[in-house]
């Protein structure tokens, strides 16, 4: 009864050949069969078989040391060697795109030395709400491109143009607050502890009790009265789905408060295009299965791919940049900031836009490069 069911699965189960040919849970599962044929003799063994094949659909998880043993013992080969597959892979991606990949790095770097000039020069201003707000987020902003960049050079251009659209939408809101000035900006803080009650209240209806120190809600609702007496009930209303409620103010009458309201309310039209295609796939609508960077037919592969990243660096750059200026507008308007650092900071941003040039001109041609060569 048994034969047939062996001669399939077993074969030579520990052999170099299987080793190869199987993936890593069948050949644990082989060699475990293996070694229990070894262990009770073959009536034993398929009096337990016909144990676990009754009993498959209830899931037993009990612990077992012998397939745990396999799984190290195999399991530590095979990542090695996926491992080496990954580093040749990475050193051939960044060998065709290595100039890029420069340029990103001396954009993040720049970035970074641009914010500690920021940073240096208004220690003694951050009462202002605009200062301390674009601080922040030029921090963010900073931590969203080191993400991206980390993605693209490891080949995952759908991961990175996702990121793309967390840092365009903070460049959106960053420019928006900065036209509407320092009123914008207290607004922007001020709807920090309603957005908190939110949360508070959002984990209380999850599990059905509190979950914070008595206190904390003390202490928020505090705050909210306070904020209430200064933007008023519909500005606390807590029951608003809108996160965007702090920036109805500075919008037109009638208008809902919503991302694309603010964007439009600035007038960005750059960045539209990738953001629909970051939609897309962050999202689990039909069009998400058809949407990856990281082929040419749009279907998802199964990992790192050496196209579809030059659209997330390329538009991940041009966002950065964009958080860049208004610090660094912010920097020479400063009548604290030293004039050296004002002029560093002048020569920061004009070597990120010659890299930035650079970076829009051949990273598309490189990527077009590979895909005509597959096409060839």
Not at 34 to 47: A, G, P, R, V
Request: charged fraction near 30%; charge should be negative.
């Amino acid at each position: 009864m048994y034969e047939d069911f062996l001669k399939d699965v077993l074969g030579d189960a520990t052999s170099k050949e299987n080793e190869e040919r199987y993936s890593l849970s069948k050949l644990i599962f082989m060699s475990w069969i293996s070694k229990k044929l070894k262990e009770y003799e073959q009536e034993q063994f398929e009096e337990q078989l016909t144990k676990t094949l009754e009993n498959l659909g209830n899931y037993d998880l009990v612990e077992d040391d012998d397939i745990n043993d396999l799984l190290f013992l195999f399991g530590y080969k095979m990542r090695e060697d996926l491992r080496l597959e990954e580093i040749g892979f990475n050193n051939r991606l960044a060998q065709h795109y290595g100039l890029e990949f420069y340029y990103l790095e001396l954009l993040e770097i720049l970035s970074r030395e641009l914010g500690a000039l920021f940073s240096k020069n208004i220690n003694d201003n951050r009462e202002k709400a605009l200062t301390d707000f674009l601080f922040h987020q030029h921090i963010r902003a900073c931590s969203i491109y080191s993400e991206i960049i980390y993605l693209i050079k490891g080949g995952f251009g759908t991961g990175a143009i996702t990121r793309f659209r967390s840092l365009h939408e903070l460049a959106v809101i960053s420019e928006f607050v900065v036209e509407n000035g320092e009123d914008a900006a207290e607004s922007y803080f001020d709807y920090l502890p309603v957005m908190q009650m939110k949360d508070l209240m959002f984990q209380e209806r999850l599990v059905g009790e509190s979950l914070d120190d008595e206190t904390v809600k003390k202490e928020l609702k505090v705050h909210l009265r306070e904020i209430t007496e200064k933007r008023g009930k519909d500005f606390t209303n807590l029951k608003e789905r809108s996160d965007y409620i702090w920036a109805k103010k500075y919008l037109k009458k009638g208008q809902n408060a919503s991302f694309n309201q603010i964007r439009k309310s600035i007038n960005r039209q750059h960045g539209l295009k990738p953001y629909k295609i970051a939609s897309n796939n962050i999202h689990s609508a039909p069009k998400s299965i058809v949407s990856s960077l990281s082929t040419s037919s749009g279907t998802f592969g199964s990992g790192a791919s050496n196209i579809g990243i030059s659209l997330a660096g390329t538009w991940g750059t041009y966002e950065m940049i964009q958080v860049n200026r208004l610090v660094f507008s912010q920097l020479i308007q400063e009548k604290e900031s030293e004039l050296v650092d004002r002029m560093q900071g002048m020569f920061i941003m004009k070597m990120m836009n010659h890299l930035a040039k650079l970076l829009y001109e051949d990273f598309p041609d490189k990527e077009a490069q590979l895909l005509m060569d597959e096409e060839q």
